[in-house]
């Protein structure tokens, strides 16, 4: 598609096919810019009723590519039947099951609403959402406040009791809490925390500690005296409570570099537990997808690679930006998750960058000499070279109890880059 001319070739091929180089070089240029550059904030919370684009009370959102209800993994539909009953749109899972059969609940990516979704992503009207705006385009994006149960497929009285006090008591204070502030930059934040251990999709332990350092003292001004300590000891419960803060950051700056016509970088990069799928800044809206790959992992005990769900969540937007497995060589234990050694995770990290379009100004690794994390996965770089992108990642159970079962590295498939390498080559043909 992008090979240099021929001698032979005549002049009129050879300066077309030259032109077309450069047309792609420029917009995969300006799409790295616009993942780059922009600063991002958190400006609030609220629910996704009142926030997040086209939400309806009887809209669930999930994550990954789009899908049909009766194709959804199990973990995902068990999720997706929580938030019906969470949201009291039916009296009884089977009473779910129906509703969803007929499209009386309906379903959606979150991608599709400018909203991304942890494991199986399942958000629904009344739940907190994370608030975040592009400084530079002005645009949103959403992910709700970060909890450990309905998005593994646990659902129980316990779980929503604990959802309204996500949204009841913890959204309020952070919202008013970074109103206070004026808002938290994210990108500056994202940074130092690189350079503290995390490497922001894995391991968001030292993001969190830096989240709290900045908002403790404002949440202690504006949250009512006998929930402070209650909310404080949420960030000191989840050391993960950072993970929703960056993927709606992420979202906030792929969706601006979305759309940029020639551009072969990904922006999208999302997975349902049946099929993975990405998005290309150039091709519109058009989901490219293969299946869901098995994760490399450590289990917890008594389980194992039986009781895993495939490759599931939108949380590899953060690999889009120059985070996680693009910044693995930070976080050496969250590399080593998979019985990998430092040195192999390091690796890991120099092989990211070969199909990359870009490196990150904000994101560096120090032991690589402070070069930027790799930005931008290309897909032709990708399908020339063979070499798919690693992934950190969570691990959710396949069967009850449900739950989370172990984290890991993965890859993704080839197919969906091949097929967008395939649809690039003919829209440039038209």
């Known amino acids: 598609?992008?090979?240099?001319?021929?001698?032979?070739?005549?002049?009129?091929?050879?300066?077309?096919?030259?032109?077309?180089?450069?047309?792609?070089?420029?917009?995969?240029?300006?799409?790295?810019?616009?993942?780059?550059?922009?600063?991002?904030?958190?400006?609030?919370?609220?629910?996704?009723?009142?926030?997040?684009?086209?939400?309806?009370?009887?809209?669930?959102?999930?994550?990954?590519?789009?899908?049909?209800?009766?194709?959804?993994?199990?973990?995902?539909?068990?999720?997706?039947?929580?938030?019906?009953?969470?949201?009291?749109?039916?009296?009884?899972?089977?009473?779910?099951?129906?509703?969803?059969?007929?499209?009386?609940?309906?379903?959606?990516?979150?991608?599709?609403?400018?909203?991304?979704?942890?494991?199986?992503?399942?958000?629904?009207?009344?739940?907190?959402?994370?608030?975040?705006?592009?400084?530079?385009f002005g645009n949103r994006a959403f992910c709700k406040v970060v909890e450990r149960e309905l998005q593994f497929g646990i659902h129980n009285e316990d779980v929503f009791a604990n959802l309204d006090w996500l949204r009841d008591v913890v959204g309020p204070a952070l919202d008013g809490a970074t109103n206070a502030l004026g808002g938290l930059k994210l990108i500056h934040h994202t940074s130092q925390a690189l350079h503290m251990g995390d490497e922001c999709h894995n391991r968001n332990v030292a993001a969190t500690a830096l989240l709290v350092r900045k908002l403790a003292p404002s949440i202690a001004n504006v949250a009512p005296a006998d929930k402070v300590s209650e909310i404080l000891d949420y960030f000191d419960r989840i050391d993960q409570a950072y993970l929703g803060f960056v993927m709606a950051a992420a979202k906030a700056l792929t969706d601006a570099a979305h759309g940029v016509e020639m551009s072969t970088v990904v922006t999208a990069l999302a997975r349902n537990g049946v099929e993975v799928g990405v998005r290309v800044s150039g091709l519109g809206d058009q989901w490219f997808t293969g299946p869901a790959q098995d994760i490399d992992g450590a289990y917890g005990p008594g389980y194992g690679p039986e009781d895993a769900t495939a490759d599931i969540g939108d949380s590899a937007i953060v690999e889009t930006v120059g985070l996680g497995a693009m910044a693995v060589a930070n976080a050496l234990t969250a590399g080593a998750i998979a019985g990998g050694t430092a040195e192999e995770a390091i690796q890991k990290n120099r092989t990211n960058m070969e199909i990359a379009a870009g490196r990150s100004r904000s994101f560096t690794i120090p032991v690589l000499d402070f070069e930027g994390t790799p930005t931008g996965i290309d897909v032709r770089a990708v399908v020339r070279t063979g070499i798919v992108p690693y992934v950190l990642t969570g691990i959710a159970g396949n069967k009850a109890p449900w739950g989370r079962v172990g984290a890991g590295v993965v890859h993704p498939p080839l197919e969906p880059f091949i097929a967008a390498v395939k649809a690039f080559a003919t829209s440039i043909k038209e």
């Open 1 to 136: 598609m992008n090979d240099p001319p021929e001698e032979n070739d005549p002049p009129e091929e050879r300066a077309m096919t030259s032109d077309i180089g450069a047309q792609i070089e420029a917009a995969n240029a300006e799409v790295v810019r616009r993942l780059v550059e922009p600063e991002v904030t958190f400006v609030g919370v609220d629910v996704a009723l009142n926030v997040v684009p086209g939400m309806h009370e009887r809209l669930i959102l999930y994550s990954g590519p789009p899908i049909e209800w009766k194709r959804m993994a199990p973990v995902q539909q068990e999720s997706v039947i929580g938030a019906a009953l969470y949201e009291k749109l039916a009296d009884s899972p089977e009473d779910a099951r129906t509703q969803l059969d007929t499209g009386k609940i309906e379903i959606a990516p979150c991608h599709h609403h400018a909203t991304v979704g942890a494991m199986t992503g399942v958000t629904s009207a009344s739940m907190a959402m994370l608030i975040v705006e592009n400084d530079e």
